[in-house]
């Protein structure tokens, strides 16, 4: 059974040709006409090689130039001298000094920008303290101000009302007059009440000035103290210490009070006040330790106190021993140290020649 093969392409339903084989001629012109119908390829340059990069190898210098060059290195090193030493800041104590010596140049830059930073934060805040310091002293001397405006109104106010309220109730000052019987008069009693209640406004105003001006004084004192205290620590910084302070504290005020100063007083002493009462102290105690140690005793021999020695007495006969000369240079010198005469100290240099001649 045969069977036939239908399809639409025009090549495959052709007659053969001349040629015969009209397949393969289908085939063909199959082939040309793709060909014809397909794009054209896009040609890619070829890429010229690159050229080869020349290498150089390293030469190996000889020994010579390499001693040279290490000498020429050296001598540049010696030129430029030793690093430069950083000193430590000014507020290190002594052993930290010494700790800071002992550390590389990079942990003593850290430690430099470490301390200005510290030092800059230290004195911003010391520059705002002292500006809130003024700011607080310029509104309490303003407070001070209206207060005294405010207490010279109220005096101007006060008096004339005291002297018409005088005047009106003289008989109820004087006991001609009281309270239950002017109670009985409405006018004179509204016109007491009036008076009453004036008096107590004025009494309720000066007592809040009085609170205020009270507070202002105190809130002055705790700046005072803070501000020496502040000035106490800077001066000695082993008192950062709260104990060492309080020890310190409690020291300085036994002083005081045993001068019979008062509490009120101590408490508003400077920071320049301190100062002075520091050198008293120590020159109290000084003088105290000098008077605990006791005298040397002295020897049966030699005078006490303000005795004086007598001379010898001299037998008639015995001459001018050398024994009576002694005594006599010892009466002599002890009456110039007592009297401290000009005659007696030159009495006492023309004995001790004519001992000596």
């Known amino acids: ?98 700790m800071f010596k002992a550390l590389p140049p990079e942990q003593q830059q ?58 009106e109730f003289a008989d109820l000052q004087d006991g001609r007059m009281d309270l239950f019987r002017l109670a009985q008069d409405p006018a004179r009693w509204g016109r007491y009440q009036a008076f009453q209640t004036s008096f107590q406004q004025l009494a309720n105003a000066e007592r809040q000035i009085a609170q205020e001006a009270e507070r202002e004084e105190g809130a002055r004192l705790q700046q005072h103290v803070e501000t020496r205290n502040s000035q106490l620590i800077e001066a000695k910084p082993e008192l950062k210490d709260p104990a060492k302070f309080e020890q310190y504290d409690a020291e300085v005020s036994t002083y005081l009070r045993g001068l019979n100063i008062p509490d009120e007083r101590i408490q508003r002493v400077s920071f320049e006040e301190l100062t002075i009462i520091e050198k008293a102290m120590k020159w109290d105690k000084a003088q105290k330790a000098k008077a605990a140690v006791p005298k040397p005793q002295a020897n049966a021999g030699q005078p006490q106190g303000n005795v004086r020695q007598m001379p010898r007495v001299m037998k008639p006969g015995m001459g001018n021993s050398s024994g009576a000369v002694d005594d006599k240079i010892a009466a002599i010198d002890q009456r110039a140290q007592k009297t401290g005469s000009v005659d007696d100290a030159a009495a006492r240099i023309r004995a001790r020649l004519g001992r000596r001649a």
């Not at 500006?131 to 001397?141: D, F, G, K, M, N």
């Open 1 to 98: 059974m045969k069977v036939k093969l239908v399809n639409s392409s025009p090549w495959l339903n052709s007659p053969p040709d001349e040629d015969g084989g009209s397949i393969e001629a289908a085939v063909a012109q199959m082939k040309e006409a793709r060909a014809e119908a397909a794009p054209e390829p896009k040609t890619i340059p070829a890429l010229e090689p690159a050229a080869p990069v020349a290498t150089v190898e390293a030469e190996e210098s000889p020994p010579e130039q390499l001693d040279a060059a290490d000498e020429v290195a050296e001598e540049a090193d010696a030129d430029a001298g030793p690093e430069p030493t950083v000193d430590a800041p000014a507020s290190f104590t002594p052993e930290e000094k010494e």
């Open 110 to 167: 850290s430690m430099l920008r470490l301390a200005k930073g510290a030092q800059a934060a230290e004195s911003r805040r010391q520059n705002e303290h002292q500006a809130a310091i003024r700011e607080a002293q310029e509104l309490s001397e303003k407070a001070a101000q209206e207060r005294q405006q405010l207490q010279s109104a109220l005096q101007h106010y006060k008096h004339p009302m005291v002297t018409a309220f005088q005047q």
